[in-house]
């Protein structure tokens, strides 16, 4: 069973980043620094047309690894 398969199935919205986006959205990651990580495959990501996407479980999962992190009002990532 593929990803997108399990996202259906669970009515799960998958939130997709620019790599602007996914800077600003943790403290201390530049978009270089993004922007290299996609390059080298450190993390997944998809182009569409010039620029990178990046799913944001994929995001989360490279910088802070695969256990989860609390976030603020106790949502879980």
């Not at 398969?5 to 959205?25: C, F, H, P, Q, W």
């Not at 943790?26 to 450190?42: L, N, P, S, V």
């Amino acid at each position: 069973m593929y990803k997108e398969d399990s996202i259906m199935e669970n009515n799960t919205k998958l939130r997709v980043l620019t790599i602007g986006e996914a800077a600003r959205l943790i403290d201390g990651i530049t978009e270089y620094r993004i922007r290299q990580m996609c390059k080298t495959g450190q993390l997944r990501s998809f182009k569409a047309g010039n620029k990178f996407l990046i799913a944001e479980d994929d995001l989360i999962e490279a910088v802070f690894g695969k256990s989860s992190v609390v976030i603020g009002g106790g949502e879980t990532w």
